[in-house]
């Protein structure tokens, strides 16, 4: 079972809708968490971290959440806009020595006009 | 640069060819890794360099994969005698520090037929 598990596996929402992307983690407890962005055909962006002991962090249109006690994060995408098309990854990295994050299998966003 | 270079950004093997894939880290990032995504899986780690020295190559399979980062020169990832499941996009990317933000490179795809 993968350490980070996202949920939805993907999603279409029109033009102007918001949306919550969700990422699960038994990772804990660890340094720092990320979401990317991953437009098709480039790599990932880094657009919020999150230390343990953070809350939310927002990124312009989008706002990220942590709750340590239940091991979730949220990713939410206000006022969607097409450009926001892309694959969401929710990334986690081990405190300590080892500084290989743990990656999740992302969440597909299709954003339609 | 400012932006982690990979070439190329295409590549297409023969089952049992050798392949070789680069990366050109951002300017002053002393620190490089290397992951593998299969079929937009997640990312999957294989290897760091801290300079030209190996940082962690727990994630290298002990056979057939090889990487290096040489003063001067772009660093490489090399597999011999590819496999059908070698086919996967690779990705680099650089960090200042070990546990700081990692910039990633826009991947090279490997097909391998």
């Known amino acids: 079972k993968n350490q980070v598990e996202q949920s939805p596996q993907s999603l279409i929402i029109l033009e102007g809708k918001n949306c919550t992307l969700q990422?699960?983690?038994?990772?804990?407890?660890?340094?720092?968490l990320r979401w990317y962005k991953q437009d098709t055909g480039r790599g990932p962006v880094s657009l919020t971290i999150m230390t343990f002991s953070e809350n939310t962090k927002s990124n312009g249109r989008y706002t990220a959440t942590l709750d340590a006690d239940t091991k979730q994060s949220s990713l939410h995408i206000t006022a969607s806009q097409l450009s926001d098309s892309a694959s969401y990854i929710c990334v986690v990295s081990l405190p300590g020595g080892s500084y290989i994050p743990t990656f999740g299998r992302g969440t597909s966003l299709i954003v339609h006009p | 640069g400012e932006e982690v270079a990979q070439t190329p950004k295409h590549l297409v093997r023969g089952e049992g060819q050798k392949a070789k894939l680069y990366c050109a880290p951002i300017k002053g990032h002393s620190y490089v890794f290397w992951y593998q995504q299969v079929l937009k899986n997640e990312f999957k780690f294989l290897i760091s360099f801290q300079n030209e020295n190996v940082f962690d190559e727990t994630g290298m399979p002990k056979e057939r994969f090889s990487a290096k980062c040489l003063p001067n020169s772009p660093c490489s990832l090399e597999i011999q005698a590819t496999k059908l499941e070698d086919s996967a996009v690779y990705f680099c990317a650089s960090s200042v520090l070990a546990g700081n933000e990692q910039f990633f490179g826009p991947g090279t795809r490997l097909t391998v037929l």
């Open positions: 990422c699960n983690y038994t990772v804990s407890p660890f340094s720092n």
